[in-house]
């Protein structure tokens, strides 16, 4: 039998409460047994001292046997105890209720009074059917010890009222263990109600409904684990709306460009062989489409082999050198026909570095792609390239429209595409960012809108470790 959360915690707690009741109750009935014990004991001293000094005082003159027999009302009009008098060798001279046991007395209280002048002793007697407290002192007459006065009390009273004292403490606890079991039920529900909802709304999430919201009752531990539960989901929704927006945006991706090869096609089919001008026109744009279908679909592919963990990373030793200038002068044109002026620097001499160049090609080219589709003709575009530190330090620059302040954390995220972005995936940065962090280095952004966007990407000369 599997128990529950609140039939756990309820046990536990009702079984912490009824041990504790009981503890203290014990603990309690005790101290107040040992108290009123001890009461009657220092009563029972007090009155034994007054009749001791008493005797000494005034009786001492003659011998135990002669005030027994001629002043033995003095002995118990001190108290309501039963009296006795014992002589130094235990025998009982006098016992004001008329007990006279046969054998000597060598009762614990009388030994002790005998050897230090004092002793106490509670138990059991023939005569009563209650426990006694017995208290014993020593008889002195002229500094030597005479014989023994001892006062003996029923606990009959001390126990009733003990016991009276213990009903009301049982009554008071089982009144504190009811109270603290039915609080048990009630903060046990505290915890298990806000969790039943939690589960609940994560078992409509987990069955497709990520529409599903979890209820917050409580800011506690429970709450906050509804507020994370309740991020993932519209993360979850957020990411299913861009990955929804990606199939329809690369679907059109794909479909423009096949629309305007298959439209060129047909009309090359029926254009005059005379015509070699119209030739050259359609087939360069269906040259161009292909280019464009191709970069497309490497773009999908490097973002399968980035989900399943199959992107690679080759170490080759590069010429910054004249990777900075082929990338220059592969994109110049780019820029010339944008009507864009294309800066390219580099900081001091740049030298050899170990990487993937091909990669790293891709990224930079992906980069500077974005700068000139997002400025307009008439602006700028720099690229900068420099060496501190053991980092290689590429900088792109651009005075476009810029990123909006709410876009710029997703910007690098899988499928995301901005307000301003009209073509793409949206896979391009967040697979450019992929690759920069498995060469070890890092990909940052830095944009205001309306004033230009700033790429700073940072590797290191070596890159350590090999394909990954």
């Keep these: 039998m599997i128990l529950g959360i609140r039939s756990r915690m309820t046990f536990g707690f009702i079984l912490i409460i009824l041990l504790t009741v009981l503890v203290m109750e014990a603990l309690i009935i005790n101290i107040v047994r040992v108290n009123y014990y001890n009461n009657l004991e220092a009563s029972l001293y007090n009155q034994l001292k007054i009749s001791c000094e008493m005797y000494s005082r005034y009786f001492s003159d003659a011998s135990l046997a002669e005030n027994v027999m001629n002043n033995v009302d003095t002995f118990w009009k001190q108290t309501s105890a039963q009296v006795q008098i014992i002589d130094t060798d235990g025998r009982v001279l006098m016992d004001s209720i008329g007990y006279m046991p046969g054998d000597d007395i060598r009762m614990p209280d009388v030994e002790k009074a005998l050897e230090t002048g004092r002793g106490a002793w509670t138990g059991k007697v023939p005569y009563d ?74 078992a409509r999430m987990a069955s497709g409904d990520i529409r599903a919201r979890s209820e917050k009752t409580y800011n506690d531990e429970i709450g906050r684990l509804s507020d ?12 299913d709306r861009m990955k929804n927006e990606f199939i329809s945006s690369i679907s059109h991706e794909l479909r423009t460009p096949l629309t305007s090869i298959k439209g060129w096609a047909v009309t090359l089919k029926e254009v005059r062989d005379e ?23 490497e773009e999908l592919l490097d973002f399968s082999r980035l989900v399943s963990g199959k992107l690679t990373i080759n170490k080759e030793n590069v010429q910054l050198e004249e990777f900075v200038d082929m990338v220059g002068r592969q994109l110049a044109p780019r820029a ?23 990669r790293l090609k891709q990224v930079i080219i992906n980069v500077l792609d974005n700068a000139f589709r997002f400025t307009p003709a008439g602006g700028s575009v720099q690229f900068r390239t420099a060496v501190s530190g053991g980092e290689v330090i590429f900088t792109v620059s651009d005075t476009g429209c810029g990123i909006p302040a709410d876009e710029l954390p997703y910007i690098k995220e899988k499928f995301f595409k901005g307000r301003n972005s009209k073509l793409g995936s949206g896979l391009g940065l967040s697979i450019c960012d992929e690759i920069i962090r498995m060469m070890g280095g890092s990909f940052a952004i830095y944009s205001r809108e309306n004033k230009g966007t700033r790429v700073v990407i940072r590797i290191p000369c070596v890159m350590e470790g090999g394909a990954a």
Excluded at 149 to 161: G, M
Excluded at 162 to 170: D, P
């Design 129 to 202: 059917s209650y426990g006694v407290m017995a208290v014993s002192a020593a008889l002195a007459a002229d500094g030597e010890t005479v014989g023994v006065l001892r006062f003996i009390s029923s606990l009959r009273s001390v126990d009733e009222d003990v016991n009276s004292i213990t009903r009301i403490f049982m009554i008071i606890g089982t009144v504190v263990a009811v109270i603290s079991i039915m609080l048990t039920f009630l903060i046990s529900s505290t915890i298990v109600n806000p969790l039943k909802k939690v589960t609940y709304a994560a």
């Design 228 to 239: 994370t539960l309740n991020y993932l989901a519209e993360e979850i929704e957020k990411r």
């Design 275 to 297: 015509d070699r001008e119209l030739h050259a026109t359609g087939l360069d744009i269906i040259e161009n489409e292909c280019d464009r279908l191709t970069a497309m679909v």
């Design 336 to 358: 010339a026909r944008d009507g864009i002026h294309f800066s390219v620097e580099a900081e001091g001499e740049l030298p050899e570095i170990v990487t993937d160049g091909n």
